[in-house]
């Protein structure tokens, strides 16, 4: 049976890990390169990296530095922020990036998510979608690190970027992102039910339940988180462990049956 | 022992080179089909469509050069997800490209063999054994591999079936036909049992 992944998130700002409220106030967490060893030797499910920065600064992705990181990794690594073009992708995988995250360009340029998935299969693809939830229950689709407004709902825009070839969907709440108190379960499970890829719930993970709560209430595929994992005891391993019990499908950790 | 990877222009290049690197084997990154004559092993990796991958190794010389290595002299070829898809007969994926044809078998989407969950298969998921095999030495029967694919290899004889994984329906994880093997999943992203599978593709000796 297909197990649920726990994915930490490395958000990568400059020359460190950071983590923010609301995708602002943000901290310092640490460097990136020990953080990326000590997941790798805790054996997650997978990681992803997303340069917060590169957007709004308008810098291509760090591909040298990225080259570093998947040094250190060997689980499914998708690498984001940035992206503007297919050399980029290709540079990024051939510096060990296994997946992309495609989030502001897709707005202004959906033919470059089509344009990847076929030139390097829609399971490259991750299409990552920053929302807001309104007062009154709107929600709204952001760019640029959640600092632009582009007035798309999530469930329609779920639907184009699968449409144009997304093997993925990383969904993250811009009002739960930091602030501990569980995933948007209703968000999670429109856009889950509306599309036939995976979605990745992000933004919210204050305790183990939030990630059962997640998979269960509203059918997320995997969850990801970053708080929970960067400011509390909490760990992936423990989150797989609730999970397991709670009755959800989770990767069980290798054990060498021995040389035969 | 040398490893070629060969580098047709997709795939995640990286990731395969690193963990063939780890396991302590020397690695030849192949741009050309004349790199592959001097190793001892080959890898054919691969995400991407099976038509445009077919495309990139027959228009480079690459089938013709895989032939004479492979098949006429014996080496021993490791094909990863596409590469794995490209060993079949012909692929079905905006119409019918041939192969390589080095394991009989066609290839499709997930939910032309009946599959009704999501699609890409994506994550970690059991591979159950079918036969003995020495890729698999060391590693227990049903260990988690990371799969990320939508379309499967149908082997044409079970003979060449060597481990499965269900969703929803039963998919090819491993086939085999003699000094050829491929495998749907990422051993170079499947973590220390992915390390092992690869480590018993290197101290494979065809007699």
Same mark, same amino acid.
């Given at each position: ?5 726990? %994915? ?58 990225? =080259? ?33 995250? %495609? ?25 990552? %979608? ?44 811009? =009002? ?30 204050? =305790? ?39 009755? %959800? ?12 | ?36 004559y001097d190793a001892n092993r080959i890898v054919l990796p691969g995400v991407g469509a099976f038509t445009e991958g077919m495309a990139c190794l027959t228009n480079a010389g690459w089938v013709s050069a895989l032939h004479e290595v492979v098949i006429q002299q014996g080496k021993p070829l490791l094909g990863i997800c596409l590469g794995m898809q490209m060993l079949a007969t012909t692929g079905h994926e905006g119409g019918e490209t041939n192969g390589l044809g080095f394991i009989p078998g066609k290839v499709q989407r997930l939910d032309a063999i009946g599959c009704k969950l999501r699609i890409p298969h994506v994550g970690w ?83």
């Amino acid at each position: 049976m297909l197990k649920v992944r726990v %994915i930490p998130t490395l958000l990568w700002k400059d020359f460190g890990l950071v983590k923010g409220v609301g995708f602002d106030s943000w901290r310092r967490v640490g460097p990136v390169l020990p953080a990326i060893k000590v997941y790798n030797a805790r054996d997650v499910d997978e990681l992803i990296l997303v340069d917060i920065a590169a957007s709004q600064e308008g810098n291509a992705p760090d591909h040298d530095s990225v =080259n570093d990181f998947s040094e250190e990794c060997s689980v499914p690594f998708t690498v984001g922020g940035g992206i503007t073009s297919l050399d980029q992708i290709l540079s990024l995988l051939h510096a060990g990036a296994d997946k992309i995250a %495609i989030n502001t360009i897709a707005y202004s340029n959906p033919e470059l998510v089509d344009a990847a998935a076929r030139r390097f299969g829609m399971q490259c693809v991750v299409a990552s %979608i920053d929302a807001r939830r309104f007062e009154g229950g709107r929600y709204s689709c952001f760019s640029h690190s959640a600092t632009i407004d582009t007035g798309r709902d999530p469930v329609e825009w779920a639907k184009e970027l699968t449409d144009c070839g997304a093997g993925e969907i990383l969904l993250t709440s811009i =009002n739960r992102d930091g602030t501990m108190l569980g995933y948007d379960l209703d968000m999670v499970e429109r856009v889950a039910k509306a599309v036939d890829v995976p979605v990745i719930a992000s933004g919210g993970a204050g =305790n183990y339940q939030h990630m059962i709560d997640v998979v269960q209430q509203a059918g997320a595929s995997a969850v990801a988180a970053a708080s929970i994992f960067h400011f509390t005891e909490l760990t992936p391993a423990g989150a797989k462990l609730a999970m397991q019990v709670a009755g %959800i499908p989770v990767r069980r950790n290798f054990v060498s049956a021995g040389q035969k | 022992m040398k490893i070629a990877i060969i580098n047709f222009g997709m795939g995640n290049l990286g990731s395969v080179r690193r963990a063939f690197e780890d396991i302590g084997s020397e690695v030849c990154i192949a741009n050309h089909p004349a790199a592959i004559y001097d190793a001892n092993r080959i890898v054919l990796p691969g995400v991407g469509a099976f038509t445009e991958g077919m495309a990139c190794l027959t228009n480079a010389g690459w089938v013709s050069a895989l032939h004479e290595v492979v098949i006429q002299q014996g080496k021993p070829l490791l094909g990863i997800c596409l590469g794995m898809q490209m060993l079949a007969t012909t692929g079905h994926e905006g119409g019918e490209t041939n192969g390589l044809g080095f394991i009989p078998g066609k290839v499709q989407r997930l939910d032309a063999i009946g599959c009704k969950l999501r699609i890409p298969h994506v994550g970690w998921n059991e591979v159950n054994y079918q036969k003995d095999d020495v890729l698999f030495d060391g590693i227990p029967d049903s260990s988690d591999f990371y799969f990320v694919h939508s379309y499967v290899f149908v082997p044409e004889k079970d003979e060449h079936l060597i481990a499965k994984v269900p969703y929803d329906v039963e998919v090819a994880a491993v086939v085999r036909n003699g000094n050829v093997f491929g495998c749907q999943f990422h051993p170079e992203k499947s973590s220390k049992a992915g390390r092992q599978l690869l480590k018993n593709f290197m101290g494979y000796s065809p007699c």
